[in-house]
């Protein structure tokens, strides 16, 4: 069957080392079950993975993808839950699992015909959804939830900064928020992003690093080193601030003397829980929230998927169809 593989790991030229090629069929372990892939959506995780940051060399050739949506083997639509691990481990959330793994780090991922997982990660798919809707789903829009609902735990009413507005964890919150009846402020460097973000629901959108009317509840962090002071700056007195990611630097000036003084909270958030992947399914039928997606290609056009990634070309998920 034809995938897209990882063969080599480049930090300067990634799409170098990501093939077309025929591969076998998976072979199918106790427990774990085949997905006909009707479509998978690109991530920025794809990409950290060719330039060779958190995963090592030693993996490859490995079939990328983590977000997938298709049909079982008993014929039923589904979407899959990313996070093979086991709930046990993690004291009844796998995302705590030590040995837990996000699909195509260890196992192979979603950019093939097929794809093989464990029957736990199979949730059905909801019929207001299509395919291509469904697989913009698992990584970033599981993450934002989890941020949003179980981390930060939101109200109606409160206040959220999203900074970043471009990314897909982004995008995901300011919907997110904006239907859970928060107020949303959300910045990005671009102007096209900025307004990308107000037809998504953010109720204002201003340049990275702007002075906001009114101290927020919760800020959802996924930049990082960039927009930490403003991030702290911005959130009231015993506010929390909730990071999933630092794609401009992990180390910025810490600012104890602001956390400890005004009570301010700083949580981590990874991934999501299976149950909170139904949560956010029954979410988004109950509010008619969709993703926003940017285009649809073949397979065998991933390449121009994520060069448009790279590029900042996207407003909204690229998604591929593998069949």
Known sequence: MLAAVAVRQDPDDPLSGLELREVPEPTVPPGWTLVRVRAAALNHHDLWT????????????????????????EGNEVVVHPVIG??????GDETLDPGRTLL???????????????????????AGLSFEEA???????????????????????????????GGGVASAAITLARAAGATVYATSRSESKLAAARELGAHEAVPSGTRLPTKVDVVVETVGQATWGHSLKALRPGGTVVVAGATSGANPPADLNRIFYLQQRVLGSTGGTRQEFVSLLRFMENTGTKPRIDRVLPLTD?????????????????VVRPS
């Open 50 to 73: 060719l330039r060779g940051v958190g995963h090592p060399a030693d993996r490859l050739p490995i079939v990328l993808g983590c977000d997938a949506a298709g049909v079982d083997e």
């Open 86 to 91: 086991d709930p046990a481990a993690g004291g």
């Open 104 to 126: 195509s780090e260890r196992h192979d991922g979603a950019f093939a015909e097929l794809l093989c997982v464990p029957r736990r990660n199979l949730i059905p798919k909801p």
């Open 135 to 165: 697989a913009c789903l698992p990584v970033a829009w599981l993450t934002a939830y989890r941020m949003l609902f179980t981390q930060a735990r939101i109200r109606p009413g409160d206040r959220v900064l999203v900074q970043g507005a």
């Open 302 to 318: 991933v390449h121009s998927g994520f060069q448009a990634m790279i590029d900042g070309e996207l407003t909204g998920k690229a």
